[in-house]
């Protein structure tokens, strides 16, 4: 437990955030023909105030939120490809670490109350700043509501001579309580050549390892790799284990940034693969269920949502960033949503 252990930083306030009717949503655009009771959403504003405005209808109802912020990297992220004249599509600097400290921990904060009881939480920080954003989950979700850490690996140019290469990026997952959707079978790992090379035998049911039953007593009990004729023998003692769909899945990922060769790539700096939020979306909810991703940026998280029949709600601040989101997800068969903006920014 780390009760009594809390991140300080100067001026941290922890004040409950409360729903406000002033921020009010308004619709700009529809698009595609509307569920009118739970519609998919792309809104424009400051996730504070958006996610404050939808507390009013959605508290305790979204199923999994996957949050990639700004890391703190002090950085101005431009568009790949942008003319020096144009403008940033967001800002990564802050005046202080405690600045940024309290701005996520006041988005994690609704975060956790716009989660459904069984909710999920994905955080996608890098070196800069998980290693605090560990201390305010536990603080906000409680130490015995972490799950994973996820260690993202991908490639891309090497850089440095003066330390190991940064090539990962961190995903931090909580759920509201003990009881939460977890899929492995559709996220399961490729077996290795190796493990592949050990099923020698095939039947029409597929390739497969002969073994000994775990019968006390058995000369073969539990061995591995038994002789064939033994069950001819002995069939009482052995049995056929087949080769399944893969291993159960790690908490480590092997998954290419999407590159300069990818169709997918928008051209929205800091864009996450779409394999990336499929493996999160396949493992961490159901068809039907609602995602949310209140830093939506080129719009990754709400393209799978769309394309795996997840519902959807996407924030982000951004023009790039919402037009990059709205064409992309125009441009995929399913997009059926409404273009939202804010309107008043008040929070009591
Ligand atoms: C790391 S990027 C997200 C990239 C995204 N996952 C993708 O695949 O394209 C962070 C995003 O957070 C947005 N952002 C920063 N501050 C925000 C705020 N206060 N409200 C809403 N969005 C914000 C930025 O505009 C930026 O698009």
């Known amino acids: 437990m780390t009760e009594g252990v809390r991140l300080e930083w100067d001026g941290k306030h922890t004040a409950q955030i409360e729903f406000s009717p002033l921020p009010v949503l308004h619709v700009v655009e529809k698009i595609g023909t509307q569920d009118a009771t739970a519609p998919n959403r792309l809104i424009q504003g400051d ?3 958006v996610m404050s405005a939808l507390l ?3 508290r305790g109802k979204i199923d999994l939120i996957y949050l ?4 703190f990297t002090g950085r101005e ?3 790949r490809e942008a003319a020096p004249n144009e403008p940033s599509a967001f800002t990564d600097s802050w005046r202080t670490l405690g600045n940024y400290l309290q701005w996520l921990f006041d988005r994690l904060t609704l975060a956790r109350d716009l989660l459904s009881e069984t909710g999920c939480l994905y955080l996608h920080l890098s070196w800069h700043s998980v290693h605090y954003a560990k201390l305010l989950l536990d603080e906000i979700f409680g130490v015995e509501r972490f799950q994973n850490e996820i260690v993202w690996c991908y490639r891309e140019a090497i850089n440095s001579k003066k330390r190991w290469n940064r090539k990962h990026d961190t995903l931090l997952f909580y759920t509201n309580s003990d009881v939460f959707t977890f899929n492995p079978d559709p ?3 490729p077996y290795s050549e190796s493990s592949i090379r050990k099923f020698r035998h095939a039947d029409e049911k597929g390739k497969y390892r002969l073994m000994g039953r775990g019968i006390v007593g058995s000369p073969l009990r539990s061995k591995r790799d038994v002789a064939p004729e033994m069950e001819t023998l002995s069939p009482e003692l052995t049995f056929r284990h087949y080769l399944g769909a893969g291993t159960l899945p790690l908490d480590y990922w092997f998954i290419d940034i999407e590159n300069q060769a990818s169709p997918l790539r928008t051209g929205y700096p800091t864009q996450k693969p779409e394999a990336l ?4 979306l396949l493992a961490s909810t159901n068809p039907g269920d ?3 991703d209140f830093c939506c940026g080129s719009g990754t998280t709400l393209a799978v949502a769309n394309r795996l029949d997840r519902r959807w709600i996407g ?3 951004g023009d790039l960033a919402i037009t990059t989101s709205r064409s992309r997800l125009i441009a995929s068969t399913a997009a059926h949503f409404r273009l939202e903006t804010l309107i008043g920014n008040n929070l009591k």
Do not use: M, Q, S, T
């Open 77 to 79: 992220w431009k568009a």
């Open 315 to 317: 924030c982000d601040l």
């Open 277 to 280: 939020l499929e493996r999160i």
């Open 187 to 189: 996220v399961r790992e």
């Open 290 to 292: 609602l995602v949310a």
């Open 68 to 71: 990639d912020p700004p890391f």
């Open 56 to 58: 009013g209808e959605l």
């Open 47 to 49: 996730n504070l105030a």
